[in-house]
T-cell receptor, first 112, second 113 residues
Framework: KQEVTQIPAALSVPEGENLVLNCSFTDSAIYNLQWFRQDPGKGLTSLLLIQSSQREQTSGRLNASLDKSSGRSTLYIAASQPGDSATYLCAVIANSGYALNFGKGTSLLVTP | DARVTQTPRHKVTEMGQEVTMRCQPILGHNTVFWYRQTMMQGLELLAYFRNRAPLDDSGMPKDRFSAEMPDATLATLKIQPSEPRDSAVYFC???????????FGSGTRLTVV
């Protein structure tokens, strides 16, 4: 069974810092990996999708990398802002069935 | 922007009552998921459909939960009878497999008292 782990569980940084969120998964046979953002009391917003054949994807200040062989992905946020405060969820998509397996998320607080 | 629509947004019900949650997936998407989110367990997959056919419902308590997709524009999740431990946020998501990348609805927050 695929296990997805996100470290750290919570993170507090001052505005302007660059930061890295980590995601690891136990089964490297994945179709792709998706990063989501969730604001309190809200649904999930897709941030980045990385196909299994890709190494990274970028969108604005966000960069996500994927190392399938080691079972790791990182989400890099450059020049963090208070508006980035949210929970960030990593999900791997299985080769079979294409279901999403989620980590428990990293709760990020960016202080002014 | 196309979106997944879930109703109701909030539901408070008494233990033992039937609860029905509805989801309208994005038109043209062939895969629909139901997830449950709690503080303790995070996001758990309950069931999903491909082209309206159930693919996997192993995450659901079979004695009280049922999921159906009567047509391509509607997916339902029913709980009968409901219990306090069912209190959670229930999310529906849809996508076009294999060009995956899934879109989530805003969720139904269920409270069973």
């Amino acid at each position: 069974k695929q296990e997805v782990t996100q470290i750290p569980a919570a993170l507090s940084v001052p505005e302007g810092e660059n930061l890295v969120l980590n995601c690891s998964f136990t089964d490297s046979a994945i179709y792709n990996l998706q990063w989501f953002r969730q604001d309190p009391g809200k649904g999930l917003t897709s941030l980045l999708l990385i196909q299994s054949s890709q190494r990274e994807q970028t969108s604005g200040r966000l960069n996500a990398s994927l190392d399938k062989s080691s079972g790791r992905s990182t989400l890099y946020i450059a020049a963090s802002q208070p508006g980035d405060s949210a929970t960030y969820l990593c999900a791997v998509i299985a080769n079979s069935g294409y279901a999403l397996n989620f980590g428990k998320g990293t709760s990020l607080l960016v202080t002014p | 922007d196309a979106r997944v629509t879930q109703t109701p947004r909030h539901k408070v019900t008494e233990m033992g009552q039937e609860v029905t949650m509805r989801c309208q997936p994005i038109l043209g998407h062939n895969t629909v998921f139901w997830y449950r989110q709690t503080m303790m367990q995070g996001l758990e997959l309950l069931a999903y459909f491909r082209n309206r056919a159930p693919l996997d419902d192993s995450g659901m308590p079979k004695d009280r939960f049922s999921a159906e997709m009567p047509d391509a524009t509607l997916a339902t999740l029913k709980i009968q009878p409901s219990e306090p431990r069912d209190s959670a946020v229930y999310f529906c998501a849809s996508g076009l497999v294999p060009q995956v990348g899934y879109t989530f609805g805003s969720g139904t927050r269920l409270t069973v008292v």
